[in-house]
């Protein structure tokens, strides 16, 4: 339990500590009169109290990943720790905190329009098709796994009607101005997921779990499938919305055109990060205790085929008995269904801000939403697993994108951009390597998916620092 503790003790130090510096480097504004005002208009562009935004940010970014993910990362044994703890601090909330505060200053601006703005039109280009893609293909997902988790805890009412159910309300949802449906029933939501999370807490430590310990003998890769399944880049790929995720970035302007000040952005943006972290941390030791051990959750993962939706029910009903096991799993639905609406909405608003389509009359939110719709239903139809793998490698290389937008959009500030640049050249390192040794990409072995993927990141690097020397010559013939 110790490496447990000390992981959650390092997250919060995390938020109170780096979360300060992060801040004081972009330079939040209180005077500055943020988009919720400038821009009102009554459907996105709503001033909400902070601790609502928190919440509606958290749940929008803690679907599947974070309880899915972490379980599923946990098969690598406790190593895993240690990546949800420095990925969250060091690249997830920073990528989310400062991509939230550019959208601010941009006018709640879309992630395609801001990566745009400082990696070029062309960039700007693949965005825009990548991330509404990628948005519909999220839907897809939060469609089918809350659907299945639903239909195991009522085997009566069969997958595909409470496919249906959720459907219909992700298209209210996406429709409806976001304080009249969303703004309301997330608390309901935010209840049952942190009931979820303190239940299972408590209960790991009441019962006398044991969580396995971070130290030189499990210092390693744990995982059954062994060289297969190297730590890296597998994992950070597999543990993506614990530690970093892209689709927080497609997130975030959603929230940034409710702030009413710019010094709740650490609250809102950097914190929903970290408290995501805490989530992906507890049913990362709950994987790992509760079936006795690293083996043993790789032998059950096996037998059930890597379902990591038994697993959670299972967990969920032996740790909290029957009553708040159906508490935790409405947890656990509510993390998906929270970020399928979103994802849908999102993907309505970046399509409306490159066709500059205004979205105050409900019309003009149909003609764009419609085919979304269309695509996402069609998507549910393919196989669970294959949307899931390609969303996670997509999910991520999005991540890195952004982290090399804000990287960029730091230095042209004259702000301290290492911060944003020492977890994008990691991250180019993960997509690029990963797509080389993954099942789904181009099988090769790890150490020529490594070197190829370090290559590709000292390409990337070194355009960068082109870049900055080019934009130093600029900035001396202007002088």
């Not at 109290?49 to 899915?68: D, E, H, S, V």
């Not at 972490?70 to 190593?79: L, N, T």
């Not at 530690?243 to 914190?271: D, W």
């Not at 509760?290 to 379902?307: A, I, P, Q, S, Y």
Request: proline share 4%; glycine share 10%.
């Amino acid at each position: 339990m110790i490496t447990f503790i000390l992981s959650i003790v390092a997250l919060l130090l995390g938020y109170f500590l780096y979360s300060r510096f992060v801040e004081k480097i972009f330079g939040a504004d209180p005077s500055r009169k943020t988009p919720a005002y400038t821009l009102e208009d009554g459907v996105d562009y709503v001033p909400m109290n902070w601790w609502k935004i928190f919440l509606i940010q958290f749940l929008n970014i803690a679907g599947l990943g974070p309880i899915f993910g972490a379980i599923a990362g946990a098969m690598w044994g406790p190593v895993a720790f240690l990546w949800i703890v420095l990925g969250s601090v060091f690249a997830g909330a920073v990528h989310d905190y400062l991509s939230g505060m550019i959208s601010i200053r941009l006018n709640g601006l879309s992630i395609p329009e801001i990566v745009g703005k400082y990696l070029g039109i062309e960039i700007k280009q693949f965005m825009r098709v990548f991330t509404v893609g990628l948005m519909v293909l999220v839907g897809a997902v939060f469609i089918t796994g809350p659907s299945n988790i639903l239909h195991g805890i009522t085997p009566g009412i069969a997958a595909k009607w409470w496919a249906i159910i959720v459907f219909i309300y992700y298209i209210l949802a996406t429709l409806l101005p976001i304080d009249k449906l969303i703004g309301r029933i997330y608390p309901v939501f935010g209840f049952a997921l942190l009931f979820m999370a303190v239940g299972i807490t408590f209960s790991l430590f009441y019962n006398g779990y044991q969580v396995p310990e971070l130290t030189f003998s499990t210092f390693g890769n744990l995982h059954n499938q062994g060289d297969k399944m190297p730590i890296f880049p597998m994992l950070f790929v597999t543990v993506a919305c614990g530690a970093i995720s892209g689709f927080h970035a497609t997130q975030s302007p959603l929230m940034a055109r409710c702030m009413k000040n710019e010094k709740l952005g650490r609250r809102v943006f950097y914190g929903a990060m970290i408290t995501e972290g805490v989530v992906a941390l507890i049913w990362a030791a709950a994987g790992m205790a509760f079936f006795g051990g690293v083996k043993e959750l790789n032998t059950v993962m096996v037998e059930h085929k890597g379902d990591a939706a038994w697993a959670v029910n299972l967990i969920s009903n032996t740790l909290l008995g029957k009553l708040g096991g159906i508490l935790a799993i409405l947890g656990v639905v509510a993390a998906p269904i929270t970020s399928g609406d979103t994802a849908f909405r999102s993907a309505r608003l970046i399509v409306a801000d490159f066709l500059n389509i205004k979205q105050i009359k409900l019309v003009s939110r149909l003609y764009i939403s419609i085919p979304l719709f269309v695509v996402g239903f069609l998507l549910t139809q393919v196989d669970f697993s294959i949307i899931w793998r390609y969303m996670a490698w997509s999910n991520q290389v999005l991540a890195t994108i952004v982290l090399w937008t804000v990287t960029v959009y730091l230095y042209s500030e004259k702000k301290l951009y290492w911060i944003a640049l020492i977890p994008a050249v990691f991250m180019t390192m993960v997509v690029s390597s990963y797509i080389m040794v993954a099942p789904e990409g181009f099988t090769l072995s790890q150490n020529a998916g490594v070197l190829i993927g370090s290559g590709i990141t000292f390409v990337i690097l070194l355009f960068f620092f082109v870049y900055i020397r080019k934009q130093k010559k600029l900035s001396n013939l202007n002088h």
